[in-house]
C-alpha cells in the first residue's frame, strides 16, 4: 500500500525521527561519500555570496545549511527550517562551536508554511526533500514566496538515471542493498524502505523543472550529477 494514501507528512515525520541519530553517517556510507559534494554543486548554484541571506528548507541535520554558511561568510545569515526537532537537534550539535553557528539560525518550521515575509533571502534552497513534501508545486511556490526577486530557489534531490546497464544495476542497488544497509543502521525495517519507495513515487526530473516553472520560476533548468542518481534544478523569482 502506497504510504500517500495515509497521512504522508505525519509518515515522513515518524521516519526521520526515527533515523535523525544516524541520518549523517548512513547517508554518507550509502552515497559512497558522494553527497558531500553534491550539497556543495547546489549551494553554489544559488548565487550566495558574501553577506547574503539563505533559507535552508526542510533542512535535516543542517548538511547544506552549512555549505550555504560558508558561501554567506560571517557577515551573512542562513536559516535552517525544519519540521522535526530531533532532525534540527541534530544539526545543532553539528553546529556548536564552530565558527558558523553566529551564522546559522534553526527553525522549527512547515515548508508549506513558513514563518517568513515575501522577499526576505537572497535564495532557498531543498536538499533531499521534495520528494517527501505533500504537495510539490506548493512546496515550490512557497520557497518562492520568501525569495526576493532575482533570487535563486535550488533543490537537490534523488532523480531517474536512464543510461541502459547503470540504470538496472543502479535499481537494484537501491531497492535492495539500502534498505538492508539502514536497517542495520538504525535497528529498524521500515525507515529505509521509504528511500526507494519515495523515489518511485517522485515525477522525473524533466517533470520536476515543468513544476519550477508551474509554481511561477523563471528559467527553470536542472542538472544531473553522477550518471543521473541525482539532480539540482534550479529556478529565478
Not at 549523517?24 to 549551494?43: I, P, Q, V
Not at 512546496?139 to 533543490?155: D, K
Amino acid at each position: 500500500m502506497s504510504v500517500l494514501s495515509n497521512d504522508k507528512e505525519k509518515y515522513v515525520h515518524g521516519v526521520f525521527t526515527a533515523i535523525a541519530h544516524r541520518y549523517d553517517l548512513l547517508n554518507t556510507l550509502l552515497s559512497l561519500n558522494l553527497d558531500r559534494y553534491w550539497r556543495r554543486y547546489a549551494a553554489v548554484r544559488t548565487g550566495l555570496g558574501k553577506g547574503g541571506r539563505a533559507l535552508d528548507a526542510c533542512c535535516g541535520t543542517g548538511m547544506l545549511t552549512l555549505e550555504l554558511a560558508k558561501l554567506a561568510g560571517s557577515a551573512g545569515k542562513v536559516v535552517g527550517a525544519d519540521f522535526c526537532r530531533p532532525m534540527l537537534d541534530r544539526a545543532a550539535a553539528k553546529l556548536a562551536g564552530t565558527a558558523y553557528q553566529p551564522v546559522v539560525e534553526l527553525v522549527e518550521a512547515n515548508v508549506l508554511s513558513l514563518p517568513y515575509a515575501d522577499d526576505s533571502f537572497d535564495c532557498a534552497t531543498i536538499g533531499f526533500a521534495l520528494r517527501n513534501v505533500p504537495d510539490i508545486t506548493a512546496t515550490l511556490a512557497e520557497l518562492r514566496r520568501v525569495v526576493r526577486p532575482g533570487g535563486r530557489v535550488v533543490s537537490l534531490d534523488l532523480a531517474k538515471p536512464e543510461t541502459p546497464g547503470f540504470k538496472q544495476l543502479y535499481y537494484l542497488y537501491f531497492e535492495r542493498l539500502v534498505p538492508l544497509v539502514g536497517k542495520l543502521g538504525v535497528g529498524a525495517d521500515g525507515p529505509y524502505r521509504w528511500l526507494p519507495e519515495s523515489l518511485r513515487q517522485f515525477p522525473h526530473q524533466a517533470d520536476i523543472r515543468e513544476m519550477f516553472a508551474a509554481a511561477g520560476l523563471n528559467q527553470a533548468a536542472y542538472q544531473e550529477l553522477t550518471g543521473g542518481i541525482v539532480a539540482v534544478h534550479v529556478g529565478v523569482k
